[in-house]
């Protein structure tokens, strides 16, 4: 990988040699290995002894969960925060789990509406709850750094199954108790696409 970083900054018009420059190969080596360690998780090994019998079947919020994630269209980050909710049927995830969860899926290479549905599908199999709903809230630098279409760089994306999807009041709830910044996503509704069917 140094190589081809090594290319890149050549092709950028830069001089690979110079002081500045010349551990960079390595750092970027480094900083998108860690990025992309998502691919190498187990999530069984994640969950690892955190999944959990209970007699209880309200409402288990884990809200504003910071994520950082690297958009495939571009190789830029995007970033904000993820609102996970499941009722359990009769098991649940140890509640830290939740986030390194979402680390899982976010650092690969992504569409935002994928990672949204990952982290609700896997929640999903693993402990088959009455429902599960996932939101994210988004900024996509592939759009705001480059000064594309500003108002599209802020992404909203949902998934929702069971109760969420089905009833209405218990969808209402999640949303009341989650308070969006920005406008309510409709099940299964992409509010914004932030990098689809451009140059
Ligand atoms: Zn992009």
Same mark, same amino acid.
């Given at each position: 990988?140094?190589?081809?970083?090594?290319?890149?900054?050549?092709?950028? !018009?830069?001089?690979?040699?110079?002081?500045?420059?010349?551990?960079?190969?390595? %750092?970027?080596?480094?900083?998108?290995?860690?990025?992309?360690?998502?691919?190498?998780?187990?999530?069984? %090994?994640?969950?690892?002894?955190?999944? =959990?019998?209970?007699?209880?079947?309200?409402?288990?919020?884990? #809200?504003?969960?910071?994520?950082?994630?690297?958009?495939? &269209? &571009?190789? $830029?980050?995007?970033? !904000?925060?993820?609102?996970?909710?499941?009722?359990?049927?009769?098991?649940?995830?140890?509640?830290? #789990?939740?986030?390194?969860?979402?680390?899982?899926? /976010?650092?690969?290479?992504?569409?935002? *509406? %994928?990672?949204?549905?990952?982290?609700?599908?896997?929640?999903?199999?693993?402990?088959?709850? $009455?429902?599960?709903?996932?939101?994210? *809230? /988004?900024? &996509?630098?592939? @759009?705001? @750094?480059?000064?594309?279409? #500003?108002?599209?760089?802020? /992404?909203?994306?949902?998934?929702? &199954? !069971?109760? =969420?999807?089905?009833?209405? %009041?218990?969808? @209402? *709830? =999640?949303?009341?108790?989650? #308070? $969006?910044?920005?406008?309510?996503?409709?099940?299964?509704?992409?509010?914004?696409?932030?990098?689809?069917?451009?140059?």
């Amino acid at each position: 990988m140094q190589e081809l970083i090594r290319q890149l900054l050549a092709e950028l !018009g830069e001089d690979p040699s110079r002081e500045g420059l010349v551990d960079t190969p390595k %750092r970027v080596e480094k900083a998108y290995k860690f990025l992309t360690s998502g691919y190498d998780a187990d999530i069984d %090994r994640v969950l690892n002894n955190a999944l =959990f019998t209970v007699d209880y079947s309200e409402m288990v919020i884990v #809200k504003d969960i910071d994520f950082y994630s690297l958009c495939e &269209h &571009h190789l $830029l980050p995007f970033f !904000g925060k993820c609102q996970v909710a499941y009722i359990p049927s009769t098991r649940v995830i140890g509640l830290s #789990k939740i986030p390194r969860l979402v680390d899982v899926f /976010a650092r690969r290479l992504q569409v935002q *509406e %994928r990672l949204t549905n990952q982290i609700a599908d896997t929640i999903r199999d693993k402990i088959a709850p $009455l429902g599960v709903a996932v939101v994210m *809230e /988004a900024t &996509h630098l592939c @759009m705001s @750094m480059r000064g594309v279409e #500003k108002q599209n760089s802020f /992404a909203v994306t949902s998934a929702m &199954h !069971g109760a =969420f999807r089905d009833n209405a %009041r218990t969808r @209402m *709830e =999640f949303l009341e108790l989650i #308070k $969006l910044r920005s406008a309510v996503p409709g099940v299964r509704e992409p509010a914004g696409y932030a990098c689809v069917g451009e140059e």
